[in-house]
């Protein structure tokens, strides 16, 4: 049997919690072995779901203590760097919750320390890249059986939002995870971003302009529109529509159990994305787990894709902001990251 | 253009109202000449829907006025004798309403009466045959494209029936579509009849005792399931679903508008049976009056296919009071109905 | 009964044949009077589907023998205007085939003479708005049961066009419908359009980029995009999906027999406008003949809404040559059509 | 950290192999840590995906080495008692591949043997009682929110079975999951049991007559028919829908990504119990590895349930040979099992 990976777990918050008791309930050959979080209050209550694990204020005293193997990295992303740069000098596996920073400038920076080791250290919490479906449809594009892609129609529809929740955070917080994906599903970077606004709905709190339509041009001629919608009130959606030359598929649609009653036949929606993600959550954990024992320590996106991610954004605000279409210019990728 | 077949509608109920409505405003070359009903009050509030229409007490009298061509009889189902002798002895082509009589001995004598003319002259209003998909579903039975059919799930249900409905009816009134229509399906006679008893809803009025599972086997050896549940309050749902040898087949299954709200995915389903065979309806009546305009007076089950269902009917109420697997015996057909 | 409506058929090609086909053997209250066609074969061969047929030249001659209470015009577009003045002129009744004409300038011309008659007298064959989802949607859109509409997702795939469909068309051909059906549906005009294109098929004919995205603007902020893709070999599809405040609703999805082979449950799609959009066209011309005997004239689109589909028509194809948002600017609405 | 779990694998065909995996590389708190199986090739092969593990020819010499803190059964059905009894006999915990035993007299044998111990350290291999739908209805059911449950309509079908698949397997080895599982959705056990049946599919290999329809009564008077079906050819399909007094539920329909091609509609229906059930075998695993971890030892169906089970399946023969409705008369729950 080889031995557990001990993984410290920076955060214990709501994301942090979660990833703790997934790491120890449903994860094989892992285990949390330290909780690094400055407020005691969450540590505590951390360290009661974490038999046996250590706490400590700074990921530095953690490795200083030698009691990690690998670093999950699940605080607020403005906070990651200060993690993210300790850990990659101590030569530690990063899983980063997305996003890695919050700003193109940054994230450059990190994927500069990183190419100092022998190879990518660092995986970015991108979980969409490991549901099912979204995996089902990648092959479907890549095997071009209905043709070539031609457009995606994408939609991510939330009940609410907070009032903390501001007009970017449309795009870096929500669209983001469009930003990962969609390249990836149709294996093509995008040049270019346009925001347009239909009717705003009256549920959104003061200051949002919601939904948006956010449209994106590939480098392979592809186009995508994103319905990005927070105040929807009726369930939790992310889907997409591949549009082939001589096909669609449609993946995200509700399942499970049918229902009829009071002359209506109906399937229920998901509430928020720990169900509709749920898979994509475990398979994201188990697959980096399985990666670190191997030696490849990355299965899924990389810093440089959190670069990507990062230049999309900044276009995406300037969209929303500006109007008109935004080109998004990225630096050369290293063959470190080929 | 052809002349305008004149109708005489017999019964001014709810069906033959909405019959007098189909002909005279959904019908391309017929009117409707004379409304036979001897209730004053009913009569008159039909002949406002039916400018010109004459009306009479008896159908006799009708045919002593020479006011119709045809005749299509919408009265309830004891009352079918004394309409169809008369109008079979002026020759007259006939569409009368399911059953052809309540029983298999009356059935018996029209079907005698009717072989002194030169051809049939009586279409049954059983609908079903003219709905869409049951068309389409009996073309893939006789296409044997994904083998041979083994059996057939049916399901009837109705939101709730009225006092007045009592056991028997569960067949005679209800499962006699089936009777009717699964032989048609899978071009095979009925030859015995069983009946299960699930639980019994305690929505159902005192005295009724269902849902019921009706199970018959059909000559070919396809056995044939009917859920019949009276008191579903969700909604009416007529659907069949065929079992062959590499494939299935669903019919009646909720369409139309897609709706999410409330975290739900939904679809309407039908609340009666005006909406679920709306189409049918129509193009039973179309299909007839086409008929009797090219002279092969019947487009539909024939007054044969009705002795068969009364037939059915009579082993359906024997196998739901006495319980095990009752037979059904026809006389052999006459070449008059070949 | 009420005397039938003798009505003229001018044009006897595929469209034209067809409408003979419902007038005759599908609706109440009317026949098919006269047939008007330059073209010998053509008027031959229709007149053999209907038996008493007067056949014109042209439209004149009919007028001046009298032979028709009203008319329909199924001759291509730009042979409209001809038509519609003697029609006019004579105080007819008229359904015209869609495009009222080819341009807002001949349009304005058509309305201006129509304004010297009483009340209207034209209406415009877009026939979407007879299709009972399409109503449905609307009546859900007026209801603001699930609040405010925000958007529009519209989709419109054809298996395949001619070598003759050219780029145009994909604007005054195709989108033309939506460019009715949409404002109805949300009770507000196009304000502006937009076109952007994905990936061009493979499968167009040389000189054809397509699939395009239109986006429109309405006058009450709500968004539509439009994929308008003419070769997708797979099928024919018209879809709506309207996205309101807390709600969604979808129309033309698939539907009818499920069937289950080969490891798949799949519903066949529909092949061409003819099924899709069957029940609308029977439903339009029943609707228009009952409103000529009643004395309304017109019940759907007229002259009016004609001439706007003529102006949005004009900018979506500015759009789609030039780029950038081009905006619709309509005269103001007489009260002749309020 | 809690100890993992040391698990024996009895048996290392495909179904050991597989749950070895299971436990080594998807479960959390275990691993294998003896693989029992007297034939060297298979062990050999077993043994290159369960690094560390020893091996054995017999159980016996596993339990003497101390090599196993629990147990794990998957030899085929008639070899489960002679395991089963050393394995009690050391008081370790069991999951015990379905069936308990082959017949109800050896079951009964096993039930009290175990009844020796504190309390029950048997569970029994039915994993659909951890699919994430069943459990689902199960809650409807217990609910009532729909009303009162009345029938259960039941589907199993295999594309095909092998050659050694016999006439009294489709009890034994197919609906076996239907009389553990149907009495534990609805809560009452199987009172009797009737076979009937329809045409025979020709591409059943001789001397197999099938599809058949399986009738239970449950004592609280709901009815189940269950349609087994094992040469369908065309998917792997188990789903029940459940009538409500006033509701259905329907679960096991076909989900996942939705694809359009060549003028359909279609989604893909499972190829076999892997993938239709891969999370229930997951989850069934990892429940019971909680459950010896936390010293209640058993987390499913028990080997009372096992013995009710083996009753059934000896009606449910005796009713496919002979005819008629079979009772099923078992000996009263011991309160070790309340």
Known sequence: MTKSLRVGVVGA???????????????SGAFVSAIVEPDAGRTAKAAENAPGAQTF??????????????????????????VLIPA??????????????????????????????DKPHIQVGFMRRFDPEYNELRKLVAA??????????????????????????LITDSVVH???????????????VEVRYPKTSSLSHSGLK?????????????????????????GYQVTTEAVFEQGLARIGQPAGIQRWSA?????????????????????????????????????GPNAWDGYLVALSCEAGVKALEEGGIIPVEA????????
């Open 263 to 299: 002359g209506q036949f109906s399937v229920k929606d998901h509430e928020d994305f720990t169900t509709r993600f749920a898979t994509a959550y475990d398979r994201q954990i188990q697959s980096w787990v399985n990666a670190v024992h191997d030696g490849t320590l990355v299965a």
């Open 57 to 82: 204020a700074k990921i530095e005293d953690a490795i200083a203590a030698d009691a990690v193997d690998a670093v999950l990295i699940a605080v607020p992303g403005q906070f990651h760097e200060p």
């Open 178 to 192: 469009e930003f990962d994906v969609i390249p990836w599903l149709a294996e093509s970077r995008v040049v270019n």
């Open 144 to 169: 071009k059986d209905a043709g070539e892609l031609l457009m995606l129609h994408a939609v991510h529809r939330n009940p609410t939002v907070g009032e903390n929740y501001h007009q970017s955070m």
């Open 331 to 338: 630096e050369p990728r290293p063959d470190f990251y080929a």
């Open 210 to 234: 919601e939904p948006i339509i956010v449209l994106m041009e590939l480098e392979n001629g592809v186009l995508v529109d994103v319905e990005m919608n927070v105040n929807v009130q009726f």
């Open 88 to 117: 990659l000098e101590a030569g530690l596996p990063i899983l980063c919750e997305k996003p890695l920073t919050p700003d193109s400038e940054s994230s450059l920076r990190i994927v500069e320390l990183e190419q100092k080791l």
């Open 13 to 27: 918050g709501a994301m942090g919690a979660d990833h703790i008791d997934r790491i120890n309930n449903r994860t």
